[in-house]
């Protein structure tokens, strides 16, 4: 009997050495991710999307050795981008109360994340850079919602942007207020190359949120003076070269044919800003409002022999893609419990699907404003009544000849009209009806500035306002 107990225990142990082993390889075998998430960069601000006086050549590289897309979008403003990128979903439908109805900008425990979809299919996860998920006020956040509650096993970040002040965190502990702003470039991309190096025999998924060129405005010295486009285009190109960096590290390590890398921008630039703010050529708008301009944003998909080679993909792509994609090519599990809104793109980037056919939906901040399905775009007509932000906050953040107010639906053919020129609903009335249906089902079904979508999720219980101990009220 002790013999043949003997003899379960080694049988056993060695089946599951050897099952361990093969989920060993299995998993170091699944390929990598890195999102690259640029701030406030507008369409028109990189070198292979039209810029005449900023030069990418690490970001163009990545466009001639992957895949350009040309229609992809994101959210009008910050944090409500954030969301969409983490979650695959419009921002309304995790909007909050205690938000003010808005999804800007703290997200729900309850909320998947990519890192947390990533996480059981055994990759490590890092984030880095500006966060903008845990509560607006830099030294108000709500410590419960910081990135290693939300599926990151490492994280060096500052909580939100650099109007002001960037304090920066690894993990739960304030290491650094008041940080030199030149250097976070630098600095976060060194995070980014530790982590590679540290990673090698693992899967991982990076996501490196650059709080540039968001304003303030700072770059280090070696950048200072370097562009045609002032000290904006001197932020860019350093973002660019540390683009370069972390590619020839995926090099150096042998990962370079295993990891996917997207870079991208969290919406258009910011238009207040002049000589500080980008462009979105030859888009209309910017930041915060409703146009093309707030919405479109650079992005290129890179990954040698996954990505088609020097394509360009002009189907309507966004943001919200991205979790159902990078959980469909790492094998992993997206929520069935809830509506994503993303689609999965990955037999586009592999040059396998010719069509996509999807809508997408335009909230500036909390208020349904626009639908796009193909080459229409239609803006509701305006409402025009004192609680609606748009008329009591934003308007300033737009150039005057884009402060339009719709007394009428508006129709445009983005095929042959990107900046938004001409209304042809008057000439397609059968089209206007169609995408008229489709905001009402928006509306209903994700929500709108007076009413909670159907398919919302709960508003639940909670903490959100669990004070920091990083920050005291005398503690300057």
């Known amino acids: 009997m002790k013999k043949l107990l003997s003899c379960l225990v080694l049988v056993i142990f060695v089946t599951g050495c050897k099952n361990e082993v093969e989920a060993q390889k299995t998993t170091k075998n699944k390929p990598n991710f890195i999102i690259i998430f640029a701030d406030d960069l507008g369409y028109g601000d990189i070198g292979c999307f039209g810029s005449p006086n900023i030069k990418t050549p690490n970001i163009d590289k990545m466009a001639d050795e992957g895949m350009k897309l040309t229609n992809f979008y994101a959210q009008t403003v910050c944090g409500p981008s954030r969301a969409a990128l983490m979650t695959g979903c419009y921002p309304m439908r995790n909007a909050r109360t205690d938000n003010g109805a808005s999804p800007h900008p703290k997200l729900a425990l309850s909320e998947v994340t990519i890192a947390e979809a990533l996480k059981p299919a055994g990759y490590k996860t890092c984030m880095i850079g500006k966060w903008d998920l845990a509560g607006h006020n830099p030294e108000k956040f709500s410590e ?5 509650h939300q599926g990151f096993d490492e994280s060096f970040f500052t909580p939100g942007s650099n109007d002001s002040r ?7 502990e304030l290491i650094e207020k008041n940080a030199d702003m030149s250097k976070l470039t630098k600095i976060y991309t060194n995070e980014a190359l530790d982590f590679i190096d540290r990673n090698t025999e693992n899967p991982f998924f990076i996501y490196l949120a650059h709080t540039m060129p968001h304003t303030r405005l700072a770059v280090s010295d070696e950048f200072k003076g370097t562009s045609k486009r002032g000290l904006y285009g001197d932020v860019v190109e350093e973002i660019d070269y540390n683009v370069g960096r972390i590619l020839d590290k995926l090099k150096e390590n042998g990962l370079d044919e295993n990891t996917y ?8 630039p910011w ?11 030859p888009l209309r708008g910017a930041k915060t409002s409703a146009w093309d301009g707030a919405f479109k944003v650079p992005a290129v998909i890179r990954a040698p022999g996954k990505v088609s080679e020097g394509v360009e993909v002009h189907h309507v792509t966004a943001t919200i893609d991205l979790l159902p994609t990078i959980a469909n090519i790492a094998g992993a599990n997206i929520p069935t419990d809830r509506v994503i809104d993303g689609v999965d793109i990955s037999g586009l980037l592999k040059g396998k699907n010719k069509e996509l056919d999807r809508v997408f939906y335009y909230y500036q901040h909390q208020e349904l404003r626009a639908v796009r399905k193909g080459k229409w775009k239609l803006h509701l007509a305006h409402r025009q009544d004192a609680k609606s932000i748009w008329y009591t906050k934003w308007p300033n953040h737009i150039a005057p000849n884009d402060r339009v107010l719709f007394t009428k639906p508006m129709l445009y053919n983005l095929e042959t009209d990107v900046a938004e020129i001409k209304d042809v609903s008057t000439e397609n009335p059968e089209v206007v009806n169609e995408l008229l249906e489709l905001l009402d089902w928006a509306k209903k079904d994700i929500g709108d500035w007076d009413k909670r979508g159907e398919n919302a999720r709960s508003l639940g219980d909670e903490p959100y306002f669990t004070p920091n101990r990083f920050f005291a009220s005398n503690n300057k």
């Open 144 to 148: 419960n919602l910081l990135p290693m």
């Open 261 to 268: 890398v997207v870079f991208t921008s969290d919406n258009g």
């Open 271 to 281: 238009w207040i800003k002049k000589e500080h703010g980008g462009s979105a050529e």
């Open 166 to 172: 960037v304090h920066l965190l690894r993990n739960d």
